[in-house]
């Protein structure tokens, strides 16, 4: 897959939450504007999907919405984007689904708080060969705590420090013919649960895949993470000019 072909996905960030563990800072802004080195984070994410070859871009957006139409009143050179508003309590699951009002059989789907450097031809092989309903991209991340398991009589069965997990980290290819097997019940979840749900439903159908991700990957909740994920960027941007 060349990066011409990037072009025929739609690609969909949402940027609709209120961010509220940035604490005052999002109570101005959504968390999609919060800075990285001078820049909003979505910024960032936007830049680096037109480098990769997509020229379009729908921001699913919610919470203080005309805040970012006006920081796009002029589009990045190069990226059409649109807009899709499923309001600001909406749930993340019903933000992807508004976006079947858009004519195209598969969705990128990219969170605004998470800058990764994804290898986007391999992830796009990896799903269409696996012919997976939606392939989440996952990293392997080290747990700071120590895991451990204890049966009903409060003994201790087993005890892992430090142990290393998949985790999912905000980034997925889904085809439009599986998000048809969303339900009421899954709609009606609040924030990320209806996702979750969606997710599980689709592992035990077999039709959810994993990419593994083994590159950068920047995200932030709190302001001390936001700062972290400054000093990240910058080492990134440092070792692409250093190529």
Not at 40 to 58: R, S
Not at 94 to 118: G, M, P, Q
Not at 151 to 164: C, L, R, T
């Amino acid at each position: 897959m060349t990066q011409s072909s990037f072009s025929e996905q739609r690609l969909a960030i949402l940027c609709g939450g209120r961010g509220r563990r940035l604490g005052r800072a999002t109570e101005r802004i959504p968390k999609a504007l919060a800075t990285l080195n001078g820049r909003p984070i979505l910024d960032h994410i936007l830049d680096f999907y037109q480098q990769k070859g997509f020229c379009a871009a729908t921001l699913c957006v919610g919470y203080k919405a005309e805040v970012i139409r006006n920081h796009y009143a002029t589009a990045p050179r190069g990226m059409e984007l649109t807009y899709s508003d499923a309001g600001a309590n909406t749930s993340i699951l019903n933000r992807v689904l508004k976006l079947i009002e858009f004519d195209a059989d598969r969705f990128l789907i990219s969170y605004c708080d998470t800058f990764i450097d994804l290898d986007l031809e391999g992830l796009m092989k990896a799903h269409i060969g696996s012919g997976a309903g939606v392939t989440i991209v996952t990293a392997k991340i080290r747990n700071p705590f120590g895991i451990v398991s204890v049966d009903v009589d409060g003994w201790v069965n087993s005890f892992v420090e430090k142990p290393i997990f998949n985790y999912y980290i905000g980034c997925f290819l889904v085809e439009r013919s599986a998000l048809e097997l969303s339900t009421d019940e899954m709609r009606e979840k609040e924030d990320g649960e209806g996702l979750v749900m969606f997710f599980n439903t689709l592992a035990e159908k077999k039709m959810l895949g994993a990419f593994d991700h083994t590159g950068l990957q920047i995200t932030f909740n709190t302001e001390p993470e936001r700062q972290a994920a400054e000093s990240s960027l910058v080492k990134f941007y440092t070792y692409l000019e250093e190529k």
